[in-house]
T-cell receptor, first 116, second 111 residues
Framework: GNSVTQMEGPVTLSEEAFLTINCTYTATGYPSLFWYVQYPGEGLQLLLKATKADDKGSNKGFEATYRKETTSFHLEKGSVQVSDSAVYFC???????????????FGQGTILTVHP | NAGVTQTPKFRVLKTGQSMTLLCAQDMNHEYMYWYRQDPGMGLRLIHYSVGEGTTAKGEVPDGYNVSRLKKQNFLLGLESAAPSQTSVYFCAARDSNQPQHFGDGTRLSIL
């Protein structure tokens, strides 16, 4: 089956620190990979995505590279801000074909808190 | 998240009561999904729909029913609420080859 494992949280950083949130996956088939962010009291928003090996997704200073050889999709940001405080979810979607119907498999989420 | 609207935003139920959560989308998307979010477990898929009049079971369907009578609405029903169904429920919608758009969630407490 499909599964996503994220690094344990919560993660607490000072403003301008470097961020890494690890994500590894197992999948039947060739997945697309996603990072979603959930700000307090809100739903999930797509942060970035990558659809094939070696692709780099990027948005708002965040980056993640699809590493097929290590089955990983780690999220990084060079300098975090207080406004980045949120819950981050790694997710995968197996390509259409069969009965996947675009279903997402999520990791457990990582809580990030950034202090001034 | 203007495209996907969930109602209500909060609800407290007693064990055994029934209720329906409404998800409405104005994007004309074919696919809709209901998830539950629990601490340390991420989001788990309850049921989903690939088009008007269709529904299918997800990862954790027991105790829930769904209906998609109109393309824009996806209803999630709890026939007899149990404390284990205390959770935050999220609806999502998407079109082909597009990412899912999520609503803001419904926080449900079962006493």
């Amino acid at each position: 089956g499909n599964s996503v494992t994220q690094m344990e949280g919560p993660v607490t950083l000072s403003e301008e620190a470097f961020l890494t949130i690890n994500c590894t996956y197992t999948a039947t088939g060739y997945p697309s990979l996603f990072w979603y962010v959930q700000y307090p009291g809100e739903g999930l928003q797509l942060l970035l995505k990558a659809t094939k090996a070696d692709d780099k997704g990027s948005n708002k200073g965040f980056e993640a590279t699809y590493r097929k050889e290590t089955t990983s999709f780690h999220l990084e940001k060079g300098s975090v801000q207080v406004s980045d405080s949120a819950v981050y979810f790694c997710a995968l979607k197996v390509r259409a074909g069969g009965t996947s119907y675009g279903k997402l498999t999520f990791g457990q989420g990582t809580i990030l808190t950034v202090h001034p | 998240n203007a495209g996907v609207t969930q109602t209500p935003k909060f609800r407290v139920l007693k064990t055994g009561q029934s209720m329906t959560l409404l998800c409405a989308q104005d994007m004309n998307h074919e696919y809709m999904y209901w998830y539950r979010q629990d601490p340390g477990m991420g989001l788990r898929l309850i049921h989903y729909s690939v088009g008007e009049g269709t529904t299918a079971k997800g990862e954790v369907p027991d105790g829930y029913n769904v209906s998609r009578l109109k393309k824009q609405n996806f209803l999630l029903g709890l026939e007899s609420a149990a404390p284990s169904q205390t959770s935050v429920y999220f609806c999502a919608a998407r079109d082909s080859n597009q990412p899912q758009h999520f609503g803001d969630g419904t926080r449900l407490s079962i006493l």
